[in-house]
């Protein structure tokens, strides 16, 4: 498919274990963002990736938050020692200059 | 700072009949674009309009339309003749002039359409 695609879909876990999510933006795409989103609430903007540098993580919420890109591809976002705070859909979009973003489906993930 | 406000948590429409979901935002910059996505309850976020900050007419794509009112700060969309496919999750993005681009999401507007 030509749109943003994200996995896994679903992710479950024990609090404390660390969790990787992967973004794959669409082709061309040299911005790709991540943001959060809880339970009922809007999306919190996480990461800024141009090409395969980050000039913007001011929304990671701690230092168990880390993400890279391989050059304008994949991305993956990491987050270590997971708490219950961290449950939330994670979303991945991209865009081209200054056209609007296009969102993959989200990743939905569940601490327990 | 930015912000974006969505007032309405919830809304109801009768099938073929029009609405208006509110949205205000808040910024300094004379520059920024404003959007508008819809999130059924299947999650994906759908892209359905955007107006820029200087664009003299009011933005408009099939039934989707946006009241641009820039002196009182507020981009509200209207969606004409409902259909039962626009319930759904409807957030409304700030975007200002700046290097990354990000957006500022509203709490977002619960729309249900009734048969």
């Known amino acids: 498919g030509a749109g943003v695609s994200q996995s896994p879909s679903n992710k479950v876990t024990e609090k404390g274990k660390d969790v990787e999510l992967r973004c794959d933006p669409i082709s061309g795409h040299t911005a790709l963002y991540w943001y959060r989103q809880r339970l009922g609430q809007g999306l919190e903007f996480l990461i800024y990736?141009?090409?395969?540098?980050?000039?913007?993580k001011s929304g990671l919420p701690s230092d168990r938050f880390s993400a890279e890109r391989t050059g304008e591809s994949v991305s993956t976002l990491t987050i270590q020692r997971t708490q219950q705070e961290d449950s939330a859909v994670y979303l991945c979009?991209?865009?081209?200059?200054?056209?609007?973003?296009?969102f993959g489906d989200g990743t939905r993930l569940s601490i327990l | 700072a930015q912000k974006i406000t969505q007032t309405q948590p919830g809304m109801f429409v009768q099938e073929k009949e029009a609405v208006t979901l509110d949205c205000t935002y808040d910024t300094s910059d004379p520059s920024y674009g404003l959007f508008w996505y819809k999130q059924p309850s299947s999650g994906e976020m759908i892209f359905l309009i955007y107006q820029g900050s200087y664009d003299q007419q009011n933005a408009t794509e099939g039934r989707y339309s946006l009241n641009f009112q820039k002196a009182r700060k507020s981009a509200n969309l209207v969606i004409s003749a409902s259909q039962l496919g626009d319930s759904a999750m409807y957030f409304c993005a700030m975007r200002e002039r700046s290097p990354t681009g990000k957006l500022i999401f509203g709490q977002g507007t619960t729309l249900q359409v009734k048969p």
């Open positions: 990736f141009q090409g395969n540098s980050a000039p913007d």
């Open positions: 979009a991209s865009s081209y200059s200054d056209q609007p973003q296009h």
